[in-house]
């Protein structure tokens, strides 16, 4: 394929991420999976599921850590094919399956021990109806692993408008007790409250060059218009993230689900 300036710019978010083989991470990176993967004791017998999981990294990176095997999939074929690739070209000892579905058709008959959703909830229609799906592919006693983010104070609209022009959704605007609520029917067996640091040009820059430079040699780019229109868009995406950042915080989280229990409360909140 040709790749153009006007092709790049065409593209939706999800397929430009998956294009140029963008990392996508959660809210937290590594330190979250740590958080997880600790509190959870998950382990070389954990079976885990990733829902949206983009080109993979949440799922590869917890598997080669904590040695777990697991499923994961996303709506973008571009980003399956990527998640694909990064599992053989950087953990190819990691036994997870990454397939394209969406979440609210999806259907699924085998159980998990852990159920990564990330931040992605708030950013899929009817995220109720997902989250209940994921639910019922737990194993009794299994555990959703969460980290959504809320404000700390409310974001201005002209700012929402261009996140929304960006990511072509809009971002959460949700207080945190207006997030939790949606994981109300589930026990909090771990949660960390974080806030988030804006990164420097030079820290953007340094990102938006390596990532653009590993994409073009992916894709035999050498048209130095099509390269530099890549570092625009994706400086343009990280510049909207860092705008963001002084407005949100996230929470880590590990929510279980015991039959038992479910879907009452009687453990008080703090």
Same mark, same amino acid.
């Given at each position: 394929?040709?790749?153009?300036?006007?092709?790049?710019?065409?593209?939706?978010? @999800?397929?430009?991420?998956?294009?140029?083989?963008?990392?996508?991470?959660?809210?937290?990176?590594?330190?979250?999976?740590?958080?997880?993967? #600790?509190?959870?004791?998950? $382990?070389?017998?954990?079976?885990?599921?990733?829902?949206?999981?983009?080109?993979?990294?949440?799922?590869?990176?917890?598997?080669?850590?904590?040695?777990?095997?697991?499923?994961?999939?996303?709506?973008?074929?571009?980003?399956?094919?990527?998640?694909?690739?990064?599992?053989?070209?950087?953990? @190819?000892?990691? !036994?997870?399956?990454?397939?394209?579905?969406?979440?609210? #058709?999806?259907? %699924?008959?085998?159980?998990?021990?852990?159920? &990564?959703?990330?931040? *992605?909830?708030?950013?899929? +229609?009817? @995220?109720?109806?997902? %989250?209940?799906?994921?639910?019922?592919?737990?194993?009794?006693?299994? &555990?959703?692993?969460?980290? +959504?983010?809320?404000?700390?104070?409310?974001? @201005?609209?002209?700012?929402?408008?261009?996140?929304?022009?960006?990511?072509?959704?809009?971002? #959460?605007?949700?207080?945190?007790?207006?997030?939790?609520?949606?994981?109300?029917?589930?026990?909090?067996?771990?949660? !960390?409250?974080? !806030?988030?640091?804006?990164?420097?040009?030079?820290?953007?820059?340094?990102?938006?060059?390596?990532?653009?430079?590993?994409?073009? $040699?992916?894709?035999?780019?050498? !048209?130095?218009?099509?390269?530099? *229109?890549?570092? $625009?868009?994706?400086?343009?995406?990280?510049?909207?993230?860092?705008?963001?950042?002084?407005?949100?915080?996230?929470?880590?989280?590990?929510?279980?689900?015991?039959?038992?229990?479910? +879907?009452?409360?009687?453990?008080?909140?703090?």
């Amino acid at each position: 394929m040709i790749y153009t300036k006007e092709y790049i710019e065409s593209l939706s978010y @999800p397929d430009f991420v998956g294009l140029i083989n963008q990392w996508n991470v959660l809210p937290g990176a590594h330190t979250t999976l740590s958080k997880w993967g #600790t509190f959870s004791h998950m $382990d070389e017998t954990s079976k885990i599921l990733e829902v949206a999981c983009t080109t993979g990294f949440s799922s590869r990176e917890l598997a080669l850590r904590f040695k777990c095997t697991g499923k994961a999939f996303d709506l973008s074929e571009t980003s399956v094919e990527r998640a694909k690739l990064n599992l053989k070209r950087y953990t @190819p000892s990691v !036994d997870i399956s990454y397939f394209r579905a969406d979440a609210l #058709t999806l259907e %699924l008959s085998e159980k998990f021990t852990h159920i &990564v959703v990330g931040a *992605s909830l708030k950013f899929i +229609p009817n @995220p109720e109806i997902v %989250l209940k799906k994921c639910i019922g592919w737990l194993e009794d006693e299994g &555990v959703i692993l969460a980290s +959504p983010f809320y404000i700390k104070e409310s974001i @201005p609209n002209d700012l929402i408008v261009k996140a929304k022009n960006v990511f072509g959704i809009t971002p #959460t605007t949700e207080t945190y007790k207006e997030v939790m609520r949606l994981y109300s029917e589930l026990e909090i067996l771990y949660e !960390d409250r974080c !806030d988030i640091f804006q990164e420097t040009d030079e820290e953007i820059n340094n990102y938006c060059h390596h990532t653009i430079h590993r994409a073009c $040699d992916m894709l035999n780019i050498s !048209d130095d218009s099509v390269y530099l *229109s890549m570092i $625009d868009r994706l400086r343009e995406i990280r510049n909207m993230s860092n705008s963001l950042r002084p407005y949100q915080s996230y929470s880590v989280l590990i929510l279980r689900h015991r039959n038992c229990v479910h +879907p009452h409360r009687y453990i008080e909140l703090f």
